[in-house]
C-alpha cells in the first residue's frame, strides 16, 4: 500500500504542476512529463478513459466494477505495455444512464464543496467505495468519480475542459488540500450527452469487436 500512497501523490503532483501551464488551450489535455493521456477510446460498445503513468512502478494494483454496474470498471495496475502504472476507467454507456439516481445534496465525502458545482452540492447519487477510497457520483446529466490523496497541495486546486469531436466531453479536476494540508484528490467527469453523441461509434464498436476507434 505504501507503494499506491506513492503513486497517488506523484500523479496529483504532475496535475497540479502541469495543468495551470496550459489553461488557457481550448483542446486536449495538457503533455505532462512521465504521463501519458489521459487517452479516450472506444472498444467493444465501451468508452474507455486511461492515463499511463510511465515513471511509476508498483507491484499490486486493483479492479473493481463500478457500483451499480455490470460492465463498467475502475482499474489501477501495471502497464505491461510500456511498464510504469495503468490508471483505467472502462465505461458502458447503458450502465452509467441505466443507474437510477437519488437527488440527495452531496459535497465532497469529506464535507467539502465540490469545485465547479454551484453551492458545491452535487443532487444526486453517492457510493463510497473501500478500494482507494473512492466515491462516485451518479447525477442526471453526468457520472463522476472522485479519488482522495492524503497530499498538500498548498491551496491549489486546477481543471481543466476536455473534448471529444468537438465537444465537452467533462472535466478533469485536481481538487486543493484542506486546511492541515491533506484530503486533496482527483475528480474526472464524463457528460451524460457526450455519450449519445458517440453512441453511432458505440454501436460500430460493437459490431467490429477488439477494433480500438
Given at each position: 500500500?505504501?507503494?499506491?500512497?506513492?503513486?497517488?501523490?506523484?500523479?496529483?503532483?504532475?496535475?497540479?504542476?502541469?495543468?495551470?501551464?496550459?489553461?488557457?488551450?481550448?483542446?486536449?489535455?495538457?503533455?505532462?512529463?512521465?504521463?501519458?493521456?489521459?487517452?479516450?477510446?472506444?472498444?467493444?460498445?465501451?468508452?474507455?478513459?486511461?492515463?499511463?503513468l510511465?515513471?511509476?512502478?508498483?507491484?499490486?494494483?486493483?479492479?473493481?466494477?463500478i457500483?451499480?454496474?455490470?460492465?463498467?470498471?475502475?482499474e489501477?495496475?501495471?502497464?505491461i505495455?510500456?511498464?510504469?502504472?495503468?490508471?483505467?476507467?472502462?465505461?458502458?454507456?447503458?450502465?452509467?444512464?441505466?443507474?437510477?439516481?437519488?437527488?440527495?445534496?452531496?459535497?465532497?465525502?469529506?464535507?467539502?464543496?465540490?469545485?465547479?458545482?454551484?453551492?458545491?452540492?452535487?443532487?444526486?447519487?453517492?457510493?463510497?467505495?473501500?478500494?482507494?477510497?473512492?466515491?462516485?457520483?451518479?447525477?442526471?446529466?453526468?457520472?463522476?468519480?472522485y479519488?482522495?490523496?492524503?497530499?498538500?497541495?498548498?491551496?491549489?486546486?486546477?481543471?481543466?475542459?476536455?473534448?471529444i469531436?468537438?465537444k465537452?466531453?467533462g472535466?478533469?479536476?485536481?481538487?486543493?488540500?484542506?486546511?492541515?494540508?491533506?484530503?486533496?484528490?482527483?475528480?474526472?467527469?464524463v457528460?451524460?450527452?457526450?455519450?449519445?453523441?458517440?453512441?453511432?461509434?458505440?454501436?460500430?464498436?460493437?459490431?467490429?469487436?477488439?477494433?480500438?476507434?
Amino acid at each position: 500500500m505504501k507503494c499506491l500512497k506513492q503513486l497517488m501523490q506523484f500523479t496529483l503532483l504532475a496535475l497540479v504542476i502541469s495543468l495551470p501551464a496550459y489553461a488557457g488551450m481550448a483542446k486536449g489535455l495538457p503533455s505532462i512529463p512521465g504521463v501519458e493521456g489521459p487517452a479516450f477510446n472506444i472498444v467493444n460498445g465501451k468508452f474507455i478513459v486511461s492515463l499511463k503513468l510511465l515513471n511509476v512502478e508498483i507491484t499490486t494494483g486493483g479492479s473493481m466494477l463500478i457500483p451499480k454496474t455490470k460492465e463498467s470498471r475502475f482499474e489501477l495496475i501495471q502497464n505491461i505495455i510500456d511498464g510504469g502504472t495503468l490508471l483505467q476507467f472502462t465505461i458502458d454507456p447503458k450502465d452509467i444512464k441505466g443507474v437510477r439516481v437519488a437527488n440527495d445534496p452531496n459535497t465532497l465525502p469529506d464535507g467539502r464543496p465540490i469545485p465547479g458545482v454551484p453551492g458545491g452540492e452535487m443532487m444526486s447519487l453517492r457510493i463510497d467505495t473501500e478500494l482507494f477510497k473512492t466515491s462516485y457520483y451518479f447525477h442526471k446529466t453526468l457520472f463522476a468519480v472522485y479519488i482522495p490523496f492524503n497530499f498538500n497541495t498548498y491551496g491549489l486546486g486546477v481543471s481543466y475542459e476536455y473534448r471529444i469531436n468537438n465537444k465537452i466531453g467533462g472535466h478533469l479536476l485536481v481538487v486543493q488540500s484542506d486546511a492541515q494540508g491533506k484530503n486533496a484528490g482527483l475528480m474526472l467527469t464524463v457528460r451524460k450527452t457526450m455519450l449519445n453523441d458517440i453512441e453511432q461509434v458505440l454501436e460500430l464498436s460493437k459490431k467490429n469487436p477488439g477494433i480500438v476507434y
